[in-house]
């Protein structure tokens, strides 16, 4: 089993910057591919971000394009976003998953194809 914790939410300006970190503990996420999903009031769940295990191939969603960045140190078990430029509308609980087939190169946008699952932090961004 592996388990997820993510940090780094809160209440940030419009045009201001977190950076959100997902720790992993139970296992190792150096070979699993794994991505960052958000979900606002009243809204699914919707894809933001994900890395292939080697951080070689990264994708995100058109909404936040130019504006975040998902990265990975595999030594430390970890996974970051770094957000920029935040907008109103980039308020929600952010989720990052893990997908447990090793050594995958298929970065996965569809949250059912997610194995493991954090408990979300909270980001809200005032305009």
């Known amino acids: 089993q592996v388990q997820l914790v993510e940090s780094g939410g809160g209440l940030v300006q419009a045009g201001g910057s977190l950076r959100l970190s997902c720790g992993a503990s139970?296992?190792?996420?150096?070979?699993?591919?794994m991505g960052w999903f958000r979900q606002a009031p009243g809204k699914e769940r919707e894809f933001v971000a994900a890395?292939?295990?080697?951080?070689?191939?990264?994708y995100g969603a058109d909404s936040v394009k130019g504006r975040f960045t998902i990265s990975r140190d595999n030594a430390k078990n970890t996974i970051y976003l770094q957000m920029n430029s935040l907008k109103p509308e980039d308020t929600a609980v952010y989720y990052c998953?893990?997908?447990?087939?090793?050594?995958?190169?298929?970065?996965?946008?569809?949250?059912?194809?997610?194995?493991?699952w954090g408990q979300g932090t909270q980001v809200t961004v005032s305009s």
């Open positions: 890395i292939t295990w080697n951080g070689g191939s990264t």
């Open positions: 139970g296992r190792t996420i150096s070979s699993y591919a």
């Open positions: 998953a893990a997908k447990s087939i090793p050594y995958t190169l298929i970065i996965p946008t569809e949250s059912r194809k997610y194995d493991y």
